[in-house]
């Protein structure tokens, strides 16, 4: 063990920028110096053995750069739920995320708002969406709803909440 905290971390979408999102980090020395990567993606992605955890065979077609497919919109979801079980078991002590495709995993078959969800029911506690970064950041009051219901979830006992 290097010291460094160890973060699971899920490839997102492998016919959209996920994998070069992820692969453009992680070859940032910042990165490397700050933590471990333990990256749950597809086979085909080039990383060291002891960093990615296979969690999809994927042929080619299914994860060629912009023509994503019914099986890469499964994978995608599975490296979610594997990081999260990673984190879960004590594997790791963080989670990070490279983006997914909500319209991919749901024309595969699974119903999916998006991370935030997924991590508030797996985990079983209330999250808050927060984006960072160099001169604002942003909390969200609301996550993934239509505008239109947007009034109806703004209540101050909610906002109260989350701001403490």
Do not use: W
């Not at 490279?98 to 997924?118: N, W, Y």
């Not at 506690?125 to 604002?136: A, E, H, N, S, T």
């Amino acid at each position: 063990m290097t010291g460094k905290p160890v973060v699971a971390i899920s490839a997102g979408c492998p016919s959209g920028i996920g994998p070069q999102v992820l692969t453009a980090a992680l070859r940032d020395r910042r990165v490397r110096r700050a933590l471990t990567p333990l990256v749950f993606g597809d086979a085909s992605l080039r990383l060291p053995a002891s960093e990615l955890v296979a969690v999809s065979h994927l042929e080619p077609g299914e994860r060629r750069p912009g023509s994503p497919s019914r099986a890469g919109g499964r994978a995608q979801l599975a490296y979610v739920e594997a990081a999260v079980e990673a984190v879960k078991r004590g594997e790791a002590q963080a989670l990070c995320t490279a983006p997914v495709s909500k319209e991919q995993i749901t024309r595969a078959g699974v119903r999916f708002m998006g991370h935030t969800e997924l991590l508030a029911e797996r985990f079983g506690v209330p999250v808050l969406m927060l984006l960072d970064g160099p001169r604002l950041k942003v909390a969200l009051a609301t996550n993934h709803l239509p505008l239109a219901e947007v009034p109806g979830a703004l209540k101050t006992p909610r906002l109260v909440e989350q701001l403490v």
